[in-house]
């Protein structure tokens, strides 16, 4: 029989107390919650009065519900008020020794049989729990921001947990509708330990002026399909917060540079940005507490004008190549009313194109998403031609060859001798550095990275990637473009993975070394990152639909380019490669795809 949890207290009403306090009052338990001060206490009410007012307001509760739910909190300044209550979830700010402090006192006050939790996110459990005379029923229940919203918890238990109190609290989630995955006490648990070199690398990008925050952020929104950018969570989590789990994380977790929490965050926390719950972190927001952000100073201001900033008109492209990029690429220029001239290496790849064009064109009328008339409208648009000559009055080019230096080297070679000044030459590499390509040219400062997803036509992501030598009307030309494309352009530099590969793959990487290291299984790491982050994905499924060996080469790349350790591809991986486990399309790689 699992132990009925009747009563519990809630320590902390910050970011992640007064949503926990949600939780329990919504599932019918009586909480006590308890903060510091009185003006803490009243902040901790008023987050809950205004996320249970909300969803009335959005007819997700009644209003007889939300009365009753706030009648189940008892507010209280101070520890004394949970002599009696079942369990105890602290929640207080990410400091050992405070946290330890409060533990040793909950263990005076509370009742002998009651366990004590800790939501710590990187702090060692052990550690706290031998502050207490009971460590056996000290554990962490690891709730996710929004506490309400998010599915996941990860229970971590220590050594001395004892058996009983893990399955109890385990059925406690349960009964408040969360998953959970239960795990060692190890740094960062499954999901911090995956997310926060990501969040730190992303703000280091930005730090290096890189890429600005927006871009930054639309990259891993519209590149990913993750439900916010790197730089609004961090103001989601708080900066203060961030900061104390990667330094711990950094401390906890074999000194891994990736987690040294890059300099800006620290001076930010110093200066007050703390994110949201400030009004300012890396966004400027209505008000404290506020999830609306409002423009400030870096907000990019809307010119009115495609052709601001220099921008070159663009009417005819050429588009050079014969794969999946190239043509889905033909058919984005063709569909936004530009006149396309596409160049293959003869008559034959040609007539493949053009009927993967056609067909893709085809179900686009099937699916009620483009008329006949407009098929045949952009259709008609495309010249097809076997001569790279026919680019002699061309606008812009769009390479979309092999992946093979050599290969676009000398491509680009002869398109500086055919083409007319001003054009705008633009290669979709996603791993070759773009000025070895426009080094190819007389003229670099014409040369850009146009990074396009696949598939092109679907994916709302461009990446506009400048080289040291690319002039900024040529960038402002591809912004242009890409926005009459109705695609969303995000400038990055000439850096291995740009944005998206370099922020995504070394996530997916540590994956697998968690996996190596056996800490916790493939499908509870998926849950993780799906029920903890709103991933759309799991990173082990993400692998086995990008392929092993895309994935492998890509982490390669990154890790000879920067000589980050941690960067290091998981001997995993290389592995399961070698032994031609490639993912979906070999039948096999984390999981077996053949009956599925
Ligand atoms: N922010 C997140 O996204 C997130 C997610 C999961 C877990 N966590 C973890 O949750 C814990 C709390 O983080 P947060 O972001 O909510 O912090 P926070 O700074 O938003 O809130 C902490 C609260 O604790 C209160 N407090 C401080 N000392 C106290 C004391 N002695 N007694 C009672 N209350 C006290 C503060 O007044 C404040 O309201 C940390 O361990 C953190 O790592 C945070």
Redesign the pocket.
Known sequence: MAREFSSVGV????????GIVEVFARNGIDVVA????DA?LE??RATLTGSTDRAVAKSKLAEADRDALLARVDWQV??DALHSVDLVI?????HLD??Q??FAELDRVCKPEAILA??????SVTEISVATTRPNQVIGI????P?PVMKLVEVVRTVVTSADVVADVEALCERLGKVDVTINDRAGFIA?ALLFGYLNHAVGMFESHYASREDIDAAMKLGCGLPMGPLALMD???L???Y??LDTMYRRGGRDRRHAPVPLIKQMVTAGL?GR?SGRGFYTYERPGSPVVVPDEQTPVATGSALADGARAIAKVGVVGSGTMATGIIEVFAKAGYEVVSVTRGAEKSAKVCEAVKTSLNKGVVRGKLSEADRDAALGRVTWSAALDHLADVDLVVEAVVEELSVKKALFASLDEICKPGVVLATTTSSLPVIDVAMATQRPADVVGLHFFNPAPIMPLVEIVQTIRTSAETTATARAVCAALGKTGVVCGDRSGFIVNALLFPYLNDAVKMLEASYSTADDIDYAMKLGCGYPMGPFELLDVVGLDVSLAIQRELYLELREPGFAPAPLLEHLVTAGYLGRKSGRGFRDHTNR
């Open positions: 320590v902390g009403l910050g970011t992640m107390g007064a308890v903060e510091i001060s803490a902040r901790g101070g520890l602290e929640a207080v700010p990410e405070l946290k402090r409060i800790t939501n710590t996110s990187s702090l690891h709730f996710f921001n506490a911090n989601l989590i708080g203060d917060t961030a104390e789990i703390l719950k």
